[in-house]
Nanobody
Framework: QVQLVESGGGLVQPGGSLRLSCAAS????????MAWYRQAPGKQRELVAS???????NYANSMKGRFTISRDNANNTVWLQMNILKPEDTAVYYC?????????WGQGTQVTVSS
């Protein structure tokens, strides 16, 4: 079993920055992919970014150049640095771990971009 705890959400003005953190505990396998998803009101959950154990990253087009995902394999932690935030980035952001035998989610952290 895997437990994920996110932190770092909040209210920020347009153009501002936030850094989300996710600490994973439990049985994390060596080749687990860690990712961030988001879900805005009335919309489907969508991938923001993912990162493999080896550091290979993948971003949704609208986040490229603004968001950066990183991870610490030794401590099973993943971060999402979000810059130049826009009102349309407002959503609940979820941490995700996908590995053989399971797909796990955190409880989500709210990010609100508003003046």
């Amino acid at each position: 079993q895997v437990q994920l705890v996110e932190s770092g959400g909040g209210l920020v003005q347009p153009g501002g920055s936030l850094r989300l953190s996710c600490a994973a505990s439990g049985s994390i396998f060596s080749f687990a992919v860690m990712a961030w998803y988001r879900q805005a009101p009335g919309k489907q959950r969508e991938l923001v970014a993912s990162i493999s154990t080896g550091g290979i990253t993948n971003y949704a087009n609208s986040m490229k150049g603004r968001f950066t995902i990183s991870r610490d394999n030794a401590n099973n932690t993943v971060w999402l640095q979000m810059n130049i935030l826009k009102p349309e980035d407002t959503a609940v952001y979820y941490c995700n771990v996908r590995q053989f035998g399971g797909n796990y989610w955190g409880q989500g952290t709210q990010v609100t971009v508003s003046s």
